[in-house]
Nanobody, 124 residues
Framework: VQLQASGGGLVQVGGSLRLSCAAS????????LGWFRQALESERQFVAV????????YYADSVKGRFTISKDTAKKTMYLQMNSLKPEDTAIYYC??????????????????WGQGTQVTVSS
């Protein structure tokens, strides 16, 4: 499995960014894909995940109402639309995959596949 994240960058407070994650290497119908982030000197933090089949979504409380996770099944690509960005959203964002699904979708330890990360910086 390969996960290729892109779309990070520098944005001002209140701005928007859209991250993409291109997935390859297997079918993902029984998988959960999502995003974690890691700020400097902090632990990895759950952001959002989506079940590839069915599309059930879960979000961290800190991003609910601001971030939207989605997927294009035909393109095997996942997206994270980030609106109303705050300085505390600054981090490296990693796309992840877990096959099969897990009930502990919020735990980084559950995910065996990680992309290379993309930096998001929100300036105030």
């Amino acid at each position: 499995v390969q996960l290729q994240a892109s779309g990070g960058g520098l944005v001002q407070v209140g701005g928007s960014l859209r991250l993409s994650c291109a997935a390859s290497g297997r079918t993902f119908s029984d998988c959960t894909l999502g995003w974690f982030r890691q700020a400097l000197e902090s632990e990895r933090q759950f952001v959002a995940v989506i079940k590839w089949s069915g599309g059930t979504r879960y979000y961290a409380d800190s991003v609910k109402g601001r971030f939207t996770i989605s997927k294009d099944t035909a393109k095997k690509t996942m997206y994270l639309q980030m609106n109303s960005l705050k300085p505390e959203d600054t981090a490296i964002y990693y796309c992840v995959a877990r096959c099969p699904h897990t009930v502990a979708y919020y735990s980084a330890d559950q995910y065996g596949y990680w992309g290379q990360g993309t930096q998001v910086t929100v300036s105030s």
